[in-house]
């Protein structure tokens, strides 16, 4: 009979740890952790799942807990191998995390903007407001649509749009941009910023919709209507009126340029961000066109779109005041992918003495047998449930 020798009793623990990170799929790690007793310990131990959700994230450096929520049926602790709360919220992260690291990976990215939120300045509102950038192309109908900003003499002042996502909890892989040729105008210019740059958070406490609603009932402000006189509406309010200092950025972006044309210009962000809150704000920096009406300098946005994932309902957040700190909230009942947890299978290779204080030691010769190892626990999963694949997305 032949004897199988497993790869990592040569190796040293931080060397296992090398390796085991060079793994990119969430699905890798709940197959090892599927082995035996000791890889289910090691996997979690070790919060190898959240390693890897930071590396893809360094935005999750801000989740100070992870809380499950559901009915989910629990295994018992063993007695003394840990402290059990501990060893719960360890966990907990896991689940967490696997989830999270396989939904921003399998999740089709689609269009997530929910509503238009605000405008540095408007230029002839509401026929040039900012909910315009929410139809695709610059025409509606027989009518222009766009967003433009106020005339400025200095072709260095900026505009900001804020868009709020239709999720609180969500992932964003490119946001697309296409400025607003005026073919009414005279030469019919283009009136594109020269670059731009993003940035995602959310807003304060109160809102901003919170404060400008205030100050409508402040100023008493009124709109004519053909039967007398009525409050303007807050939300027309707020599309006029970008509230100072309203919303907490946790990333910004690099700048981009943009190019002076008229066409859906995609602007791909070198990794997938996460957003904590549900708000994008797109920084228009500097004007290139002026109007030969009134010499000067305008922007002009006709549509505007963020591309990306919304991980709700299966995540919800909670935002600590006024730390910033998140608490991740974890639905695994409601999510729409699942991961399933294989039966530790401690057949495939021979179980492992535990690791204590790094002392495996041997040559890096083993190594080379890492991809034969992965390709039969793969193919373990396959014969486990051979019709699963046509029920769900790919067992992990």
């Not at 991809?371 to 694949?389: A, C, K, T, V, Y």
Request: glycine share 6%.
């Amino acid at each position: 009979m032949e004897t199988r020798e497993d790869c990592f009793n040569w190796l040293d623990f931080d060397v296992i740890m090398v390796i085991l990170m060079c793994l990119g799929d969430p699905a890798d790690f709940i197959r090892v952790s599927s082995l035996s007793r000791f890889w289910y310990n090691f996997v979690i131990a070790n919060g190898l799942c959240k390693k890897l959700c930071l590396r893809m994230f360094p935005q999750l450096s801000a989740v100070d807990s992870v809380v499950e929520r559901g009915n989910r049926q629990r295994n018992p602790i063993d007695v003394g191998s840990c402290n059990s709360a501990e060893w719960e919220s360890l966990e907990t992260e896991h689940r967490a995390f696997a989830f999270l690291a396989r939904q921003c990976k399998t999740l089709p990215a689609t269009s997530c903007i929910a509503d238009a939120v605000c405008a540095s300045s408007t230029d002839n509102y509401p026929f040039e407001s900012i909910v315009n950038t929410l139809e695709r192309g610059d025409r509606v109908g027989p009518r222009a649509s766009y967003w433009s900003s106020k005339g400025q003499r200095d072709h260095t002042v900026p505009e900001t749009l804020v868009y709020k996502l239709d999720a609180v909890f969500c992932f964003i892989t490119e946001i697309n941009v296409q400025p607003f040729q005026a073919f009414f105008q005279p030469g019919d210019p283009i009136y594109a910023a020269k670059s731009v740059r993003f940035r995602v958070g959310h807003p304060k406490s109160p809102s901003p919709l919170d404060i400008l609603l205030q100050k409508a009932i402040q100023r008493n402000i009124r709109t004519d209507t053909s039967e007398g006189f009525s409050m303007a509406q807050p939300v027309d309010i707020l599309h006029q009126e970008a509230p100072e200092d309203g919303f907490i950025w946790t990333w910004t972006s690099q700048e981009f340029p943009m190019a002076q044309e008229n066409r859906l210009q995609k602007f791909k962000l070198p990794k997938p961000v996460l957003c904590f809150g549900g708000i994008v704000q797109i920084e228009l920096l500097g004007r290139v066109q002026r109007q030969e009406m009134d010499g000067l300098f305008y922007i002009c946005v006709s549509h505007v779109e963020v591309i990306g994932g919304r991980l709700f309902p299966g995540f919800d957040i909670e935002i600590l005041e006024p730390s910033g700190k998140i608490v991740l909230k974890y639905f695994p009942n409601l999510s729409p992918i699942r991961i399933r947890h294989h039966r530790a299978q401690p057949v495939l290779i021979p179980r492992l003495p535990l690791l204590r204080g790094g002392l495996m030691q041997g040559p890096l010769r083993a190594f080379g047998r890492m991809p034969h190892l992965f390709q039969r626990i793969r193919q373990q999963d396959e014969s486990d449930d051979p019709g699963s694949q046509q029920h769900e997305p790919e067992p992990t």
